[in-house]
């Protein structure tokens, strides 16, 4: 009985999957169900972006985890595609940003396993830009000497700051480190919270990123002086979670990049022990004041074949750009005046020179440093685009009838004279620079060594000392 009943259905059930396939067909080629490629539906693979891609961007996790997708997501809109999102990618590093234009998806990858990978997929040709959150070094510009001068101000664009913050948790009573002390407990000399601090004892854990970041590298260069972490560390591809694993233990100490800090609190730090302790700040990192601020690089061909690539890097470094990457938790380069500079100065330090207090009085000083290529006057990289910015801020009505105050500093190599004739050099290289642009300065300070604020008895605090400070009134 059931096989004359089963047979007797099979019409009906061909014709109920007839009609279930014209439905199908109906919504997706009538109705909107291939939204995929109309740029109205969010279920975009990752299999489907890598197939239609802009540009590949490769480097730092620090600057690839959040900033540049976020970056990416704008610039995307603002060229004219919709349905713009991020898409997770099959591991953690990976992000796609994806979007449509005319019927058709497309999508830009950003793959962030590190600094170093930056310079090695350049290299290969599988990245157009190369982000990384530490300076390209000489072995790999003279790799990449096929794509251009590396370090020229063509190739190297510096699209934001951040600072490496070392972080303890809140019940931490301690409030300042110095540079050597720090170097001292990641490499094991000081192993015990009594050692450095009056109020707090117990053996000190510590949590540290991994050796192919930007973070670790700058870490490295800045605090470490060659020396090696000891071995009993925690190590962490991603900033977020180290700090998390820090906020938790009562007795960790680790470094991050600034928009990682969290619920954590981030230590004063002093170049050295003579010199000022200061906080991460917006402030502080923009003028490269704080000891581990660092500069954040985008490096492209000298010639890209790519006129997109050469769009981003445009819209990257614009005004537009600068308030997506504050969005993100990094340093912007925009123009800010810190009027009450001069006083928090004066009521911070007892060394500060009555020439300088002189120069500064009545002043606001710009969150900018101009500072210079490696024993020359020659402006460097960043230095030149602040110049430009310096032109957009004082083009601004409430800026027209400031006056601008250029202070000139060097490092204590040489005598007073010859480093008051430095500065003086430095001085008049940016006030040129500045009167081509049209703007005035009303004066300028050949201060030479006074006021350090990095250690002399290295290179990189050498380097940070050789700068002009710009005071507005």
């Not at 999102?85 to 940003?97: F, L, M, Q, S, T």
């Not at 009838?401 to 008051?420: C, H, V």
Request: some cysteine; aromatic content about 8%.
């Amino acid at each position: 009985m059931s096989q004359p009943t089963n047979r007797s259905l099979l019409p009906f059930i061909g014709a109920g999957l007839i009609t279930l396939a014209i439905i199908l067909l109906t919504w997706k080629f009538i109705l909107g169900g291939n939204l995929v490629h109309s740029g109205e539906k969010n279920d975009v693979s990752v299999a489907e972006v890598a197939e239609h891609l802009l540009f590949h961007i490769s480097g730092s996790n620090s600057v690839g985890e959040k900033l540049l997708p976020e970056l990416l997501k704008a610039f995307m809109q603002k060229e004219g595609y919709t349905d713009v999102k991020i898409i997770a990618g099959e591991k953690p590093e990976e992000k796609y940003v994806s979007g449509t234009k005319e019927g058709k998806i497309a999508g830009i990858s950003v793959h962030g396993y590190g600094s170093s990978e930056a310079f090695k997929d350049l290299s290969n040709g599988s990245a157009e830009i190369g982000i990384s959150s530490r300076k390209i070094n000489d072995a790999e510009a003279a790799q990449l000497a096929k794509l251009g001068d590396m370090t020229s101000h063509t190739c190297e664009h510096i699209l934001a700051m951040d600072g490496i913050a070392i972080i303890v948790p809140g019940s931490n009573p301690l409030k300042s480190l110095s540079k050597d002390q720090i170097a001292q407990i990641f490499s094991g000399t000081i192993t015990n919270w009594s050692q450095i601090s009056e109020n707090k004892a117990g053996a000190i854990n510590l949590y540290a990123r991994d050796k192919q970041s930007g973070t670790y590298e700058s870490f490295k260069a800045s605090v470490l002086n060659g020396i090696d972490i000891i071995s009993n560390v925690k190590w962490f591809k991603n900033g977020k979670e180290l700090s998390d694993a820090v906020s938790q233990d009562a007795n960790g100490i680790g470094f991050v990049a600034m928009n990682n800090i969290l619920n954590n609190k981030a230590l004063a730090i002093s170049d050295a022990k003579e010199i000022m302790p200061f906080y991460p700040t917006p402030f502080t990192i923009s003028t490269e004041d704080y000891p581990l601020s660092r500069r954040l690089y985008m490096y492209t061909a000298t010639n890209s074949k790519s006129d997109i690539v050469n769009e981003f890097i445009e819209y990257a470094l614009s005004d537009e750009g600068e308030n997506i990457i504050s969005q993100t938790g990094f340093v912007g380069l925009s123009m800010q005046i810190n009027k009450n500079a001069g006083q928090e100065m004066a009521t911070s330090s007892t060394q500060v020179p009555p020439e300088y207090f002189a120069a500064t009085q009545g002043a606001g000083r710009e969150n900018v440093d101009f500072r210079f290529q490696t024993g020359s006057s020659v402006l460097d990289n960043k230095a030149l685009d602040d110049l430009d910015r310096m032109v957009r801020a004082f083009s601004k009505p409430e800026m027209r009838n400031k006056k601008i105050l250029l202070l000139g500093f060097t490092d204590n190599q040489g005598s007073d004279a010859a480093n008051k004739k430095l500065a003086q050099n430095r001085t008049d290289a940016v006030l040129k620079e500045l009167k081509s642009r049209g703007l005035m300065v009303a004066n300028t300070y050949p201060l030479g060594n006074m006021m350090p604020v990095a250690s002399n008895t290295n290179v990189i605090g050498r380097e940070k000392n050789r700068r002009v400070e710009v005071w507005v009134k």
